[in-house]
């Protein structure tokens, strides 16, 4: 995935033939990303091309959605405010987006206690019922024994480690626990460490919303041992105050999944393999140690 990259010239190319206004700011190469790649523009903006199969679905999510919800929402996000067309300079949508300062956590953890109370406000804000026509999606909000076997293969990589029993534990707690009944509310989606910006130890901001979509809480609520330093998960469930106990062995069943896949991509990074992260496994172990303390 990282092995497709664009130029300047191009970004350049297209400021100047869609939004001339924005052409002669500053671009500056930004690294990181996954489906996307991005320039920060200006001070204030940010650049996004899709550069995987997957990725222009995700951008118009993207587009179409975070601009419904980012006023409401208590944390700066990258919300579009220019829509790149596809021309004969570039064959798909892109983005002109807020820039969101910060350094991903993945590089610089979350490490004040207090971010539990920042990160139960946004995910209070955002998990409200959401409308009929939402975006659904076949991997975040749905009940977790469906993601049976991508978990087994998670715990083939993880096989030996001093924390694996103890995870298919929690895991299995979770496929066996009721499922979510409520009415389907908006989630992020993929809460992980790339995806949220720290300053000063603090949660600072949230970005990459193109998985977000319409289910289960508790797909979210699985970043109270994902972000969060160990010990804070109890005091964000205090602040949350809306997930009953189903609900909280749900999440830690999430977080034992997306630690996983953490964990796998991270593992794909350190052995120079495409589409690897290598700064992931680490923060996929760091998850699992977590969740398997708090059960």
Request: proline share 9%.
């Amino acid at each position: 995935m990282g092995e497709v990259r664009f130029e300047q010239g191009l970004v350049r190319a297209l400021l100047r033939d869609q939004h001339p206004d924005l052409a002669d700011l500053e671009l500056r190469d930004v690294e990181g990303g996954w489906d996307n790649q991005q320039w920060r523009l200006g001070e204030e903006l940010a650049v996004r091309l899709p550069r995987t199969e997957r990725a222009p679905a995700l951008l118009r999510i993207e587009q179409r959605w975070l601009p419904v919800l980012a006023g409401r929402l208590p944390l700066p996000t990258p919300t579009p405010v220019r829509v790149g067309a596809p021309s004969g300079l570039f064959e798909h949508p892109w983005s002109i987006v807020r820039w969101v300062e910060g350094e991903p956590a993945d590089h610089v953890p979350v490490t004040r206690v207090g971010a539990a109370e920042v990160l139960a406000g946004f995910l209070g804000a955002l998990h409200v019922p959401a409308p009929a026509d939402a975006p659904a999606n076949p991997t975040r909000g749905v009940p977790l024994a469906g993601l049976s076997e991508g978990a087994e293969v998670g715990f083939e990589v993880i096989a030996g480690h001093p924390s694996a029993e103890a995870a298919r534990e929690v895991w299995e707690e979770a496929v066996a626990a009721p499922v979510w009944r409520g009415a389907p509310v908006w989630l992020h989606g993929d809460l992980h460490p790339a995806n949220v910006v720290v300053r000063d130890g603090m949660l600072a901001g949230v970005i990459d919303f193109g998985e977000m979509c319409a289910g289960d809480p508790a797909t979210d609520l699985s970043a109270a041992w994902i972000l969060l330093p160990a010990g804070a998960a109890d005091r964000f469930f205090d602040a949350y105050g809306q997930a009953d106990d189903a609900t909280i062995t749900r999440a830690r069943g999430w977080a034992v999944l997306r630690a996983l896949g953490l964990i796998g991509i991270g593992r794909n990074g350190r052995l120079g393999l495409p589409g690897g992260k290598p700064s992931w496994e680490p923060a996929g172990f760091a998850t699992l140690e977590r969740v398997v303390a708090a059960h």
